[in-house]
């Protein structure tokens, strides 16, 4: 007996569509976007749009983004006290010591923001794009910059370095995506980072701050160099620059989890 032409159809449609466990997934998945927004949000996406008028990124801006801007310019100062020491005496070590107290300084300031918006009731999705710009730039490009000016130059040293930034920039992204998915406590928070949060890199700076306490600088740097001369200095690398290769393995990994308090 041949089949209906309308069982064909329904067969084919229930083939096409998600179980019901699925939609449930995805619908938790962006529940927080289906929620209304916030008057403080619909305010901020209005100030966004083109025809809003003059300034309106500023007047867009939350109390909450405007200290997430100063952990980004602590982190931008830090590089430019790299930067300077660089162009300066080696045994001045001034702008190391400013490059690394901005450091801590741009930490502050990144537990703050979001202590900040809690208190005013006031988030959005600019503000966590702002905040994980701001992370880069004071725990990620900033500790290679000051490592770069201490001593860690040579050629397989700046990949190394690059690989950690860039390592650093991956875990901000996969935690903007992923955040909404995440295991939430009662207070709406996620239970656990997925990898260590680039603010721990912190750790490496004050083992960086402890090198400089010591003078363990440039041709000083702990460990020597590897591979000295050979392919015209291109195979030349520190070793404790695996430091940095581990710290950023650690920043992507899925397996790792760190309570958050």
């Not at 050629?155 to 190394?160: C, F, G, I, K």
């Not at 750790?203 to 010591?214: E, F, L, T």
């Amino acid at each position: 007996m041949s089949r209906r032409p309308g069982m064909a159809v329904e067969k084919d449609a229930a083939q096409n569509t998600p179980n019901n466990s699925e939609a449930l997934q995805a619908l938790n998945a962006g529940e927080q976007y289906a929620e209304t927004p916030t008057p403080g949000q619909d305010k901020q996406k209005m100030l966004l749009e083109s025809n809003a008028g003059h300034f309106s990124m500023i007047r867009a801006l939350h109390l909450a983004d405007l200290i997430t801007e100063l952990n980004g310019f602590c982190g931008f100062m830090s590089i430019l006290c790299s930067m300077r020491y660089c162009l300066g005496p080696a045994d001045r070590f001034g702008p190391a010591w400013a490059a690394l107290a901005f450091m801590p300084f741009g930490l502050f300031f990144d537990f703050m923001d979001g202590k900040v918006a809690r208190w005013r009731h006031k988030s959005s999705l600019m503000g966590q794009e702002l905040d994980s710009l701001a992370d880069l730039v004071s725990f990620g490009v900033a500790p290679a910059s000051l490592a770069f000016a201490l001593g860690l130059r040579t050629p397989l040293d700046t990949v190394v370095l690059s690989f950690f930034v860039l390592c650093g920039l991956t875990r901000l992204a996969r935690f903007n995506v992923t955040v909404s998915t995440l295991p939430k406590d009662a207070t709406g928070k996620s239970k656990y980072f997925e990898g260590t949060p680039i603010p721990t890199t912190l750790s490496i700076a004050a083992a960086m701050a402890y090198c400089v306490g010591q003078g363990w600088v440039l041709d000083e740097v702990p460990g020597g160099v590897l591979g000295a001369g050979l392919v015209g200095g291109w195979a030349e690398v520190h070793p404790v620059v695996g430091v940095f290769a581990v710290w950023g393995a650690m920043m992507t990994s899925r397996t790792i989890r760190i309570p958050k308090l």
